[in-house]
């Protein structure tokens, strides 16, 4: 490979990670980086994929992981000292499954994993249609779907399954926010300190809610959590809170995204949004389109353990390799004129909830999630317009997560 191209590629990575519009439509960058090759070693310092097949093996194949905590001080030009005073909590993250390896990562998700079974899920149904109808009660004409739906309503779902009251939701969201900035690629210093603040509000707000629960136990996920942790042997404290807090998060900014992503794209296109109004029976299809079309989550990646072949490349112990879901999602490979569209399509499940261990433990809950949000909306509101002029509407600032800052439409 010459240097040209790697230039190339390193150009095209970094107007999607960096610039505004790379960020708001990745995807002629995206089939870009797929065509050229399978796998890229980026001057940024990790190995890239791409392609549907390549970033299943990364997320699925054993040799792959989670890993240590790299020595993240030298991304800041920080000491190790100077690190472990500003940041004393950081490495209390890892004991969330989401990021540890087997075997903590299989006891840990073994004992939420029950929640959230399609079974389980679907006996919520009832739930997250009543959590819909009342925010859409309170929709005026001219909303904000993104701050008046897609937001709240994850939060309220999850925060009815663990039990922490809507009081509490109101007064975690925005550091919720703050907090899930820790999944981004090397966020700035300030954001981590924001994320290190956040994460000690939420932290005391859950210690009062186990303490509640431990005085007098309720029928909710909370209790349960702490019915373990009292047993001694299974969940520490350390990982009652850290599993707390990722399943508080996790819905947040992820179905929103979903929520919003997928609201836009169906407003983009009006003609699919009408063949879905004519036949509802296309929800479940629909929802994996939305799910494939602009994923709310765009990047994964995992640590290799050993030394890997990819495609005639060798690659070293403890390299990073980054896996671009977004990329996958549009692979011809696996999508038929993967550019268009189709809310009829009928096709492999998107790669947007990653695959392998870490696959997504709330997948049914957000698919149930979105299927009741865009059925009750299609259901009430005859007409949907889009409310922004000719601006269209703009993502956040981020990189993995990839959502909408607002969307405003008129409903009628
Ligand atoms: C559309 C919405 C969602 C998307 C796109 C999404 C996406 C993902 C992805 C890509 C991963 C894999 C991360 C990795 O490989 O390291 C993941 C993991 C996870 N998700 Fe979701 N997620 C969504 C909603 C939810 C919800 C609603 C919950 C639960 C309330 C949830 C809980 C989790 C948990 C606990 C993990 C960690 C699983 C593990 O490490 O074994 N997610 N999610």
């Not at 040209?4 to 002629?28: C, M």
């Not at 897609?150 to 399954?161: D, S, T």
């Not at 109004?277 to 299809?285: F, G, P």
């Not at 696959?359 to 059925?375: I, N």
């Given at each position: 490979m010459t240097d040209t191209t790697q230039v190339d590629v390193d150009a095209l990575l970094a107007e999607i990670f960096l610039t505004t519009e790379g960020k708001s439509d990745p995807y002629p960058r995206y089939a870009a980086i797929r065509e050229h090759s399978s796998a890229f070693r980026s001057a940024m310092g990790f190995v890239v994929v791409g392609r549907f097949e390549d970033c299943q093996w990364v997320l699925r194949d054993a040799r792959f992981g989670k890993g240590e905590m790299s020595a993240m001080w030298e991304t800041y030009d920080l000491t190790e000292e100077q690190w472990r005073a500003r940041f004393p909590d950081m490495e209390r993250r890892m004991s969330s499954m989401l990021g540890l390896d087997p075997p903590d990562h299989t006891r840990l998700r073994r004992l939420v994993a029950k929640a959230f079974t399609p079974k389980t899920v679907e006996n919520l149904r009832p739930d997250i249609v009543r959590l819909t109808d009342e925010l859409l009660d309170q929709l005026g004409d001219s909303v904000d779907v993104v701050a008046e739906l897609a937001l709240p309503l994850p939060m309220a779902v999850i925060g009815e399954m663990l039990g922490i009251p809507a009081s509490e939701r109101i007064v975690l969201?925005?550091?919720?926010?703050?907090?899930?900035?820790?999944?981004?690629?090397?966020?700035?210093?300030?954001?981590?300190?924001?994320a290190a603040h956040a994460r000690k509000v939420i932290?005391?707000?859950?210690?009062?809610?186990?303490a509640a629960r431990r005085a007098e136990p309720t029928d909710d996920l909370l209790s349960e959590l702490v019915h373990v942790e009292e047993q001694g042997d299974q969940l520490t404290h350390d990982e009652l809170i850290s599993t707390v807090i990722l399943l508080f998060g996790?819905?947040?900014?992820?179905?929103?995204n979903l929520i919003g992503n997928g609201l836009l794209a169906l407003l983009e296109h009006p003609a699919e949004l009408q063949r879905l109004r004519d036949d509802r029976s296309l929800m479940k299809t629909a929802v994996e389109e939305l799910l494939r079309w602009d994923?709310?989550?765009?990047?994964?990646?995992?640590?290799?353990?050993?030394?890997?072949e990819?495609?005639?490349?060798?690659?070293?112990?403890?390299?990073?390799?980054v896996t671009l879901l977004g990329a996958a999602n549009r692979d011809p490979r696996v999508y038929d004129d993967p550019e268009r569209f189709d809310v009829g399509r009928v096709a492999p499940a998107p790669m947007s909830f990653g695959a392998g261990i870490h696959y997504c433990l709330g997948a049914a809950l957000a698919r149930a999630e979105a299927h009741v949000v865009f059925d009750r909306l299609l259901e009430r509101f005859p007409a949907i317009e889009p409310d922004w002029g000719d601006t269209r509407p703009a993502y956040r600032d981020s990189i993995v997560l990839h959502g909408l800052e607002a969307l405003p439409v008129r409903l009628a």
């Amino acid at each position: 490979m010459t240097d040209t191209t790697q230039v190339d590629v390193d150009a095209l990575l970094a107007e999607i990670f960096l610039t505004t519009e790379g960020k708001s439509d990745p995807y002629p960058r995206y089939a870009a980086i797929r065509e050229h090759s399978s796998a890229f070693r980026s001057a940024m310092g990790f190995v890239v994929v791409g392609r549907f097949e390549d970033c299943q093996w990364v997320l699925r194949d054993a040799r792959f992981g989670k890993g240590e905590m790299s020595a993240m001080w030298e991304t800041y030009d920080l000491t190790e000292e100077q690190w472990r005073a500003r940041f004393p909590d950081m490495e209390r993250r890892m004991s969330s499954m989401l990021g540890l390896d087997p075997p903590d990562h299989t006891r840990l998700r073994r004992l939420v994993a029950k929640a959230f079974t399609p079974k389980t899920v679907e006996n919520l149904r009832p739930d997250i249609v009543r959590l819909t109808d009342e925010l859409l009660d309170q929709l005026g004409d001219s909303v904000d779907v993104v701050a008046e739906l897609a937001l709240p309503l994850p939060m309220a779902v999850i925060g009815e399954m663990l039990g922490i009251p809507a009081s509490e939701r109101i007064v975690l969201q925005p550091f919720v926010r703050d907090a899930v900035k820790t999944l981004e690629l090397d966020p700035p210093l300030d954001q981590l300190d924001a994320a290190a603040h956040a994460r000690k509000v939420i932290a005391e707000h859950i210690e009062a809610l186990i303490a509640a629960r431990r005085a007098e136990p309720t029928d909710d996920l909370l209790s349960e959590l702490v019915h373990v942790e009292e047993q001694g042997d299974q969940l520490t404290h350390d990982e009652l809170i850290s599993t707390v807090i990722l399943l508080f998060g996790a819905g947040f900014e992820t179905t929103t995204n979903l929520i919003g992503n997928g609201l836009l794209a169906l407003l983009e296109h009006p003609a699919e949004l009408q063949r879905l109004r004519d036949d509802r029976s296309l929800m479940k299809t629909a929802v994996e389109e939305l799910l494939r079309w602009d994923a709310p989550i765009q990047v994964d990646g995992r640590k290799v353990f050993e030394d890997v072949e990819v495609h005639g490349m060798t690659v070293a112990a403890g390299q990073e390799f980054v896996t671009l879901l977004g990329a996958a999602n549009r692979d011809p490979r696996v999508y038929d004129d993967p550019e268009r569209f189709d809310v009829g399509r009928v096709a492999p499940a998107p790669m947007s909830f990653g695959a392998g261990i870490h696959y997504c433990l709330g997948a049914a809950l957000a698919r149930a999630e979105a299927h009741v949000v865009f059925d009750r909306l299609l259901e009430r509101f005859p007409a949907i317009e889009p409310d922004w002029g000719d601006t269209r509407p703009a993502y956040r600032d981020s990189i993995v997560l990839h959502g909408l800052e607002a969307l405003p439409v008129r409903l009628a």
